[in-house]
């Protein structure tokens, strides 16, 4: 209820001053404090039911609101990277997430590790215990920054924390042994190592699993009365009540799409960890996910693999634990490379499994290639010096780098979901 009155108001604060780009009237402001500040105007008459909520209900949805202002204008002057931003809609009350963060008041995790308290939502029993991020507070090793309330497609609700955590720098468990990850789809990773092991980890394609499931209940859903009527005459789309049967399925919809999700962060929170912790330097491939999620045939399966969160989690995952992430060219031949004698075949079809060299007659798994010819890659660059992040280390880098460091992005706040 709270979150959707959050977008209420997010709607209400924007109609009451109008999307700015559309406007020939001077630019409005619309900073966060600005927002607050007509909001605060203006409640009382178009939302006289303000008092019943957290303020936080407004407020995180007029910092959303704001974000996205700032994003669209970024945008529109050229100002931001990756795909353009459009213009800032007003949400549907039943399609927005529930969310609603709270940065001010009571937020508390409870030492008895099983309840949390939240403003205006009193204490909470969770279903996940608390006990690692209890433990880490009651000994000053974090502090809690805010909370966010959200509520996931199968219906549950989540407690997030964000919170300042203070790190012991970790050491790999092999500072100095490379690795080479070379990211697929029939493997979602194959690990070769410098030393010559191999490691195989099978790609669980939980979305392909499910979609014979989520096949079955979609069926469902269009046979039953939705909430939107499409007329063919006039192209029109009106609005009803859902029927009951409709919303049964909706939810099973819901908890498959929530099933896949939470199954597929697992698997790879699990591998980005064992790499990151396990070796002195890690060399993926810089590849250009937003391209090859264009390929039509294999897009569906390179989204499910979630490439660009591998690359992503690894990046923080390293620094954590004092490891090296080193990104290979997009255009080094990886897999065209002899990891033998170092011949480079001139093509090789994506269909060819076995890598089979034509100069010293190597006959090699193609993945496992491609990954001993990333481990030899950080050669290059040198080990890190040891102890010590090895990211700082002095990389003597050559004008085109085939492999450079990855860049540093900083770690996100550590966050631990409670489910609730
Ligand atoms: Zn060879």
């Given at each position: ?82 795909a353009r931003v459009g213009r800032p809609r007003i949400k549907r009350k039943h399609r927005g997430v529930r969310s609603c963060r709270f940065n001010t008041g009571t937020i508390r995790v409870e030492v008895d590790r099983h309840h949390v308290t939240l403003p205006r939502l009193g204490t909470i029993r969770t279903h996940e215990s608390t006990c690692k991020l209890e433990r880490r507070l009651a000994s000053g090793r974090a502090r809690i920054l805010s909370a966010t309330v959200r509520q996931e497609s199968d219906g549950r609700w989540f407690a997030a924390f964000q919170v300042e955590a ?255």
């Amino acid at each position: 209820m709270r979150c959707i009155r959050a977008n209420w108001a997010q709607r209400q604060a924007e109609e009451s001053y109008g999307i700015p780009e559309a406007e020939l009237t001077p630019w409005r402001d619309w900073s966060l404090p600005s927002l607050r500040r007509q909001w605060n105007q203006v409640k009382r008459e178009i939302a006289p039911w303000w008092a019943e909520n957290s303020k936080e209900a407004y407020s995180s949805g007029l910092a959303c609101a704001a974000r996205a202002f700032d994003s669209y204008a970024a945008s529109r002057r050229g100002q931001r990277k990756g795909a353009r931003v459009g213009r800032p809609r007003i949400k549907r009350k039943h399609r927005g997430v529930r969310s609603c963060r709270f940065n001010t008041g009571t937020i508390r995790v409870e030492v008895d590790r099983h309840h949390v308290t939240l403003p205006r939502l009193g204490t909470i029993r969770t279903h996940e215990s608390t006990c690692k991020l209890e433990r880490r507070l009651a000994s000053g090793r974090a502090r809690i920054l805010s909370a966010t309330v959200r509520q996931e497609s199968d219906g549950r609700w989540f407690a997030a924390f964000q919170v300042e955590a203070r790190r012991e720098p970790g050491k790999p468990s092999r500072p100095r042994v490379a690795a080479g990850m070379d990211l697929g789809v029939r493997y979602l990773a194959v690990v070769a190592d410098a030393r010559g092991q191999v490691r195989y980890v099978e790609n669980p394609r939980h979305l392909g699993r499910a979609l014979g499931k989520l096949r079955r209940v979609n069926r469902q859903l269009a046979r039953r009365q939705g909430p939107a009527v499409y007329d063919p005459a006039t192209g029109r789309v009106t609005r009803r009540a859902p029927s009951r049967g409709w919303q049964e399925a909706a939810k099973t919809a819901g908890r498959a799409h929530a099933g896949v999700r939470h199954l597929r962060t697992d698997t790879i929170h699990k591998l980005t960890t064992s790499i990151a912790a396990g070796y002195g330097q890690v060399v993926i491939e810089d590849l250009n996910v937003a391209g090859m999620l264009r390929h039509g045939r294999l897009a569906r399966y390179i989204a499910d693999a979630s490439f660009g969160q591998i690359r992503r989690q690894l990046a923080y995952k390293t620094t954590w634990h004092g490891s090296q992430l080193l990104l290979a060219s997009r255009w080094y031949p990886s897999s065209k490379t002899c990891s033998g004698c170092g011949a480079v075949k001139a093509k090789l079809p994506l269909s060819a499994r076995v890598f089979t060299c034509a100069t010293c007659g190597l006959v090699l798994d193609r993945d496992r290639n491609a990954a001993t010819n990333l481990a030899a890659l950080a050669a290059a660059v040198g080990a890190p010096e040891w102890p010590g992040p090895g990211r700082e280390g002095a990389l003597n880098m050559p004008a085109e780098p085939i492999v450079r460091p990855a860049a540093m992005t900083p770690a996100p706040p550590e966050q631990a979901g409670r489910r609730r």
